[in-house]
């Protein structure tokens, strides 16, 4: 799903394509990475942006941090660890949002 909508989605959210599961998927550089059970164990920087979804038509302002530190399970069920600063850090943000039920 992400592929087929490459051209307007660096991310997305299992419940986003009707899976109530806590995945997301990002465009983080030339792969995308799938992590399992995401949650955010630090951020820092936070700063105002909009952002687009395919969830809702337009763009609408919201609170994002410069720099994160993710915890998840990556596709072998290993736990792992990602700093993120940036774009990247903004996708898995509101990927992560997603998860929550959290629409921007």
Request: aromatic letters at 6%; hydrophobic letters at 40%; a positive charge.
């Amino acid at each position: 799903t992400l592929r087929a909508n490459a051209d307007r989605c660096v991310g997305m959210g299992a419940n986003m394509i009707g899976i109530t599961k806590q995945v997301i998927i990002a465009k983080l550089g030339p792969l995308p990475v799938v992590m399992f059970n995401p949650t955010i164990i630090s951020k820092q920087g936070p700063y105002q942006t909009k952002e687009g979804c395919l969830s809702l038509p337009g763009q609408r302002p919201t609170t994002r941090y410069q720099k994160i530190k993710v915890r998840f399970r990556n596709e072998n069920w290993q736990v792992t660890e990602l700093s993120l600063d940036g774009f990247a850090a903004e996708i898995v943000q509101h990927e992560v949002d997603h998860c929550h039920g959290i629409l921007i």
